[in-house]
């Protein structure tokens, strides 16, 4: 343990800490700001350990060949290898914390989020840090620094950028690296949180075995090795299945519900402020559907699909940028039957196009809405121009709306065949 | 008191013996405040600010041995401590271990015996793991006869082969 003034002096992580903390503050301005999500905007932060992570595991080698030049790890010493390791290890861990989290605080401000980080993200990226420090602190007590140092840089961008890329999806929830956490309905599944955790102990179980356990260099490794697949085994059960994002269903006890006539429009929390104009344009969207024959329920959330009731019109929509035709457009696409499940892909998926352009345009959206929408998409023989099918439908009978709704969901549901016969509007 | 006696890359001389102290079981506070105490002890206080990788071959071994002193060790066990040290800081280091001496017992590990006499109280001769003599420095000398390399002479009494 040393002091203060000497760490400032000496520790390549200190130095670091101001450039690397303003870079990362600098870099989340680049991300797409959350819907003032605490969590989305904790999440989006999170992944600047990707940059920061590395350097500081640089920085513990260079800590590790330190001790190593020096001889005092191989030393007899009072304290025991694991405390010259923490004090070594904690400045590195917190400059790399204080980075992360003022980036943190940075994209919850701009997010409307407040600036207060959710603590599960906080409390990972500490473990994670700690385990790639004390992975780099192994590699500068074992190799010459000019390998040690490349070799924790190349080993943790890798394990952070490179694995969360490649296939099994849930791959990625190994490493830690959350950014795919959340939309407003979700959480962060706390499976993930514990998968990650346990190979990060896995990796600082290696890194100790291998620098400190009491026997001979191919048994420590083999030892380190162990540790490593041990963690491995533990942790891959509890993520393998996955999506591509770690998460869970939010806690629907958050929704915060308001009623209109029959209509009953549930919100989260950070949509409150809108909530009186978001249950004007449900209810008037959901009249006029009524009106063309559409079947609407009475009840409108934004709660996951998963956990939201079976009779529920799932919806969701950014509270800071979204307009009506936003809402409109959200609360349309529930309306559409799901994507078909076919293998090697659905042509008459296409339908879904066509469906929910009718579905934007009978529920009130404006015709420039729909333009902006809509009015670039498709126009090919095959493939009308959604809005031309619109205007068509627009000057249609009920009876013909009503078949052509029909008669277009079942198109949706084919999988090998498309005519656009089966979309045309019937006279 | 290892052989080599390495610099610490960055440390000053004096944070270099206060983290020893550390290692040793020392509180923070107290290994800094010692640290000066033992260069001090070593003669080397006026170098306690300078980088130890900027010190001689012959002042880094007295930091080594400051190391010993901030934590009061009861023992000094030196290995092979003049090494490698050229004529005027082998003098400089012998004085400052004689200094130490006369406070706590030195046990030095050494291939070099030409300044046997000066230093030392008792002799033990171990070849390849077996003592082959214990006992005071004059006996130690009276195995061979007077002359200017005796104590070579008499190790050489004991210890034949490479």
């Known amino acids: 343990m040393i002091r203060l003034r000497t760490a400032v002096r000496v520790m390549p992580a200190i130095w670091l800490a101001l450039p690397l903390t303003a870079f990362a503050c600098w870099y989340v301005t680049l991300l797409y700001a959350s819907d003032g999500y605490t969590v989305d905007a904790t999440a989006k932060a999170s992944m600047t350990i990707g940059f920061v992570g590395a350097v500081l595991a640089a920085c513990a080698a260079w800590e590790g060949s330190r001790l190593r030049r020096s001889g005092l790890w191989a030393a007899p010493s009072v304290r025991s290898r694991w405390a010259v390791a923490f004090w070594v290890l904690l400045p590195v861990v917190l400059v790399g914390l204080v980075a992360v989290s003022a980036a943190m605080v940075v994209n919850l401000a701009r997010s409307g989020a407040g600036f207060v980080p959710d603590w599960r993200f906080v409390a990972m990226t500490a473990i994670d840090l700690v385990a790639y420090s004390a992975a780099g602190l192994a590699a500068g007590l074992l190799l010459p620094i000019a390998v040690a140092g490349p070799l924790a840089i190349m080993g943790t961008f890798i394990w952070l950028g490179f694995v969360p890329a490649i296939e099994p999806v849930w791959l990625r929830h190994l490493t830690g690296m959350f950014r795919d956490c959340c939309g407003l309905e979700q959480d962060l599944a706390l499976r993930a949180v514990v998968a990650s955790t346990v190979v990060d102990l896995g990796i600082v179980a290696a890194a100790g075995l291998l620098t400190a356990g009491p026997w001979p260099r191919l048994t420590r490794a083999g030892a380190a090795l162990g540790a490593l697949v041990v963690a491995f085994v533990i942790a891959v059960p509890m993520v393998a299945g996955m999506i591509y994002a770690p998460v869970v269903a939010r806690d629907t006890g958050l929704l915060q519900c308001k009623e209109n006539g029959d209509l009953t429009v549930c919100l989260w929390p950070e949509h409150q402020a809108r909530a009186d104009e978001v249950v004007e344009i449900a209810t008037a969207a959901r009249d006029r559907w009524m009106g063309a024959g559409i079947t609407v329920p009475a009840l409108f959330t934004e709660a996951d699909r998963s956990v939201a009731p079976s009779d529920a019109l799932f919806f969701s929509f950014n509270g800071a940028d979204s307009d009506e035709g936003n809402v409109i457009n959200s609360l349309a696409s529930s309306l559409l039957p799901p994507f078909p499940d076919c293998e090697g892909g659905s042509t008459g998926g296409m339908a879904l196009i066509y469906l929910q352009a009718w579905y934007d345009a009978a529920g009130g959206m404006s015709q420039s809405a729909l333009e902006r929408e809509w009015g670039e998409m498709l126009d090919e023989p095959n493939y009308p121009a959604p809005l031309k099918l619109v205007d068509q439908l627009e000057h249609a009978t009920p009876a013909q709306q009503a078949d052509w709704i029909s008669r277009t969901e079942t198109a949706s549901q084919q999988c090998d065949t498309w005519d656009p016969g089966l979309i045309a509007v019937q006279p | ?162």
């Open chain 2, 1 to 162: 008191m290892p052989q080599q006696v390495r610099a610490v890359p960055g440390l000053t001389a004096r944070e270099q013996v206060a983290y020893a102290g550390w290692l040793k079981g020392m509180g923070r506070g107290d290994a800094w405040a010692e640290a000066l105490t033992a260069l001090n002890r070593v003669g080397l206080v006026e170098e306690a600010n300078r980088r130890t990788s900027q010190l001689s071959g012959g002042q880094q071994r007295r930091v080594g041995l400051a190391s010993l002193l901030v934590h009061d060790a009861s023992i000094f066990l030196l290995d092979e401590p003049t090494v490698g040290l050229d004529p005027r800081q082998r003098s400089r280091f012998r004085e400052t271990l004689r200094e130490l001496a006369v406070a706590r017992p030195v046990v030095v590990s050494t291939h070099q015996v030409d300044d046997l006499s000066d230093l030392f109280e008792t002799v033990v001769v171990l070849d390849r793991g077996r003592i082959r003599f214990q006992g005071s420095v004059s006996d130690f000398m009276a195995l061979a006869p007077a002359g200017p390399h005796q104590a070579e002479a008499a190790y050489a009494t004991l210890v034949s082969g490479d």
